[in-house]
């Protein structure tokens, strides 16, 4: 099945602490934007990209996406997240009837093959999502006290990409706008209209850069995969 990517970048990234804005730091030379975005040009399934960026950087996140032959539109973000996935889905076609994607472009170790599960197991499920197991035992805390152990093996992180169904997704969206609720990912919208959400292996690599400890990490990361 055919899908459409939408790839959030209007972020600022306060918690990186630098004055541009995150999707645009460049890591092994090449911005975040344009890394994710690369997996996505580069995924058979996917047969347009969508980016959501600062209104300030339209310009150079255009340019910077030109050479790929799947971009569609580069359009401004909004407040939150939620807002940005919100004008992303402006862009696509109605009645489209492939897999919407939303990626995080401060995801950009994404590749093609968590790609393709998440898009398969959207297709067939309506809404999918990667999910890597938690390492750390999970404690509830209130107040500076622990109030319980929670049961890792029911736990997991939730990754980007996730794809849905496009008319799932815009019910989902809707309903969450009406109630206004904010959601921290696209699933959550989803699961609270009862609708099922299939969980797909993600990857360790698939890790969002938050701080720059994490944007250090990946230029390790890196380093060591070119040495292999
Ligand atoms: N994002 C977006 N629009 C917003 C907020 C976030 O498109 N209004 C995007 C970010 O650009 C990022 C992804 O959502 O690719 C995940 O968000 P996060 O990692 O929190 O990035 P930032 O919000 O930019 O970082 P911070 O929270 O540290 O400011
Ligand atoms: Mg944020």
Redesign the pocket.
């Known amino acids: 099945m055919q899908a459409l990517a939408i790839?959030?970048?209007?972020?600022?990234?306060?918690?990186?602490g630098t004055e541009r804005?995150?999707?645009f730091l460049e890591l092994a030379g090449e911005p975040?934007l344009l890394r994710a975005a690369s997996a996505f040009d580069a995924a058979p399934s996917v047969t347009g990209i969508v980016a959501?960026?600062p209104r300030s950087e339209l310009g150079p996140a255009r340019a910077l996406l030109a050479p790929l032959g799947k971009l569609r539109a580069v359009v401004a973000?909004?407040?939150?997240?939620q807002?940005?996935?919100r004008e992303g889905l402006t862009q696509v076609p109605h009645g489209f009837a492939g897999v919407v994607l939303v990626h995080?472009?401060?995801?950009p170790l994404v590749d093609v093959s968590l790609i393709e599960s998440v898009v398969a197991a959207a297709a067939e499920a309506g809404a999918a999502l990667p999910v890597v197991p938690l390492v750390d035992t999970v404690k509830r805390v209130r107040a500076g006290r622990v109030v319980e152990t929670l049961d890792r093996g029911e736990l997991a992180a939730a990754q980007t990409p996730q794809g849905f169904r496009l008319d799932v997704l815009a019910a989902a969206y809707e309903q969450a706008y009406r109630d206004q609720l904010t959601v921290t990912d696209e699933a959550m919208a989803v699961e609270r209209l009862g609708h099922v959400v299939a969980a797909v292996a993600g990857s360790p690599d698939n890790r969002?850069?938050?701080t720059p400890e994490d944007l250090a990490w990946a230029e390790g990361h890196l380093k060591g995969i070119l040495r292999a």
Do not use: F, N, W, Y
């Open positions: 790839i959030v970048a209007a972020g600022r990234g306060e918690r990186m804005p995150k999707a975040l959501v960026v973000g909004g407040e939150r997240r807002d940005s996935v995080d472009a401060a995801r969002k850069l938050t």
